[in-house]
């Protein structure tokens, strides 16, 4: 009983995680369109935790040498690959083209950048994970 109550408390948390995510993702890159419905919304949170949760340790696990070896560009690769096939596998799922404007941060000056639908989408996989690895130190 105790097991199972850890067991659901970790994938709660790993849910609202990838929840929080999307959302930090969608402000971040507001080409990201999921739409009206809910259900939407809904679906987009249950692939990311899909990815996160089943998929991604088990290709951790089989890629780990060559993972080690490209110092885990594989699993950067994957992760945009596996971002693809989730909105190719979700039809209200869209990520269109993005134009930074350019930021100035405590000195440091961004140029603004025209980025196309599949740089966006790289742009997007390396968002996700940035904020997934950053809620997960924070959180666990």
Do not use: C, W
Not at 2 to 13: D, Q
Not at 93 to 117: R, Y
Request: no cysteine; aromatic share 14%; net charge neutral.
């Amino acid at each position: 009983k105790n097991f199972y109550y850890f067991n659901m408390r970790h994938y709660l948390k790993a849910l609202v995680i990838a929840a929080t995510t999307l959302y930090i993702t969608q402000m971040a890159v507001p080409t990201i369109d999921i739409g009206a419905n809910i259900k939407n919304y809904a679906l987009v949170v249950a692939g990311i935790f899909l990815i996160v949760q089943i998929i991604n340790p088990i290709f951790s696990l089989v890629l780990l040498p060559i993972n080690h070896l490209t110092f885990g560009l594989v699993m950067f690769a994957l992760n945009i690959a596996l971002f693809f096939g989730l909105i190719n596998f979700l039809p209200g799922f869209t990520v269109g083209a993005f134009d930074f404007p350019g930021a100035t941060v405590d000195g440091v000056i961004l140029p603004a950048v025209s980025f196309n639908q599949t740089s966006t989408v790289v742009l997007v996989a390396f968002v996700i994970a940035l904020v997934q690895k950053i809620l997960h130190v924070i959180f666990e």
